[in-house]
């Protein structure tokens, strides 16, 4: 199965951003994948809430899952919006993820669950709290080229939910983001490859990259990970299309050789005092 992942550099004119999304969504197609995934909040990088309610798509809107869903149709191929900001009432949003079909029909979407509420030093601080809600549930979208587990950028560092995803049936596992430069540099390889490691899965990581119109630089490396925890592609730092072949077949050969999955054990934590 041939899977493309796309790189962009969103920044904060939504239609300019759905462009440049869709023209290389069409190239990723006319390459022969079958798959294609795009980063956390593909339509709009933006902090400020005013502008993100103003901004942000409801379900019907031209700019936004209306324009990937006859996109999807039209090409004939399973589309997965990493992110949309999307209205879920007046005052309300959610970073959420969609899984298109080749039919143009929303099959899955996720409301990213760990919000990135972080101060890196530096003057670098997000609340993303401030901005959405945070999802309740996740999700295994089970379809006929296997099941996907959906996760958005700082899922990933929460080993549990992809535990619990694949053991649920994942047999890939979605990641895209929108990672910072330096937490990029320190963890991201290692992260996405653990989480492979971990369960067995292939692990698709669409990303954001470079320096975004409203100040953010984010990292960059899509990673395409097999589930022994090779990298078996890597974006680098330019936006456009990556392909990777992915045999599913490979998951049960990992597991096969290490099944740390069928050996889980409830944890109960003795703490002593040693002083
Ligand atoms: O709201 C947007 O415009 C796009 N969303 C993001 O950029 C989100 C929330 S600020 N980014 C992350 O979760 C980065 C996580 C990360 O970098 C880490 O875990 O180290």
Same mark, same amino acid.
């Given at each position: ?90 005052? /309300?949003?959610?970073? /959420? ?32 709290? &401030? ?5 309740? &549930? ?54 996405? /490859? ?82």
């Amino acid at each position: 199965m041939r899977i493309a992942l796309i790189q962009l550099n969103t920044g904060n004119i939504v239609a300019d951003a759905v462009t440049a999304a869709e023209s290389l969504i069409r190239e990723a197609a006319a390459g022969g994948a079958v798959f294609i995934s795009t980063p956390e909040t593909t339509h709009l990088m933006e902090m400020n809430r005013k502008a993100v309610l103003e901004k942000a798509c409801t379900q019907d809107e031209d700019l936004g899952l209306k324009r990937f869903r006859a996109l999807a149709a039209e090409l004939g191929v399973w589309l997965h919006i990493g992110s949309l900001i999307t209205k879920v009432a007046e005052d /309300r949003l959610a970073n /959420r993820a969609f899984l298109i079909g080749p039919d143009g029909e929303i099959k899955a979407s996720y409301d990213k669950i760990h919000l990135f509420d972080v101060d890196l030093g530096g003057g670098e601080a997000y609340r993303e709290s &401030a901005l959405y809600e945070g999802g309740k &549930a996740a999700v295994v979208a089970k379809t006929p080229m296997g099941a996907f587990g959906l996760s958005i950028c700082y899922d990933l560092r929460f080993a549990y939910l992809y535990r619990a995803l694949a053991h649920a049936g994942a047999d890939i596992l979605l990641v895209p983001a929108a990672f910072t430069k330096p937490t990029g540099e320190a963890h991201w390889h290692t992260l996405l /490859r653990a989480r492979a490691i971990e369960t067995g899965c292939f692990v698709l990581a669409a990303a954001q990259t470079g320096h975004h119109a409203t100040g953010r630089d984010t990292f960059g490396h899509s990673l395409v990970i097999d589930p022994w925890g090779r990298v078996i592609a890597d974006a680098g730092e330019d936006v456009g299309v990556t392909y990777a072949e992915l045999d599913l077949a490979k998951c049960a050969e990992a597991r096969q050789k290490i099944p740390s999955l069928t050996h889980d054990r409830d944890i109960n934590v003795t703490t002593v005092d040693a002083k």
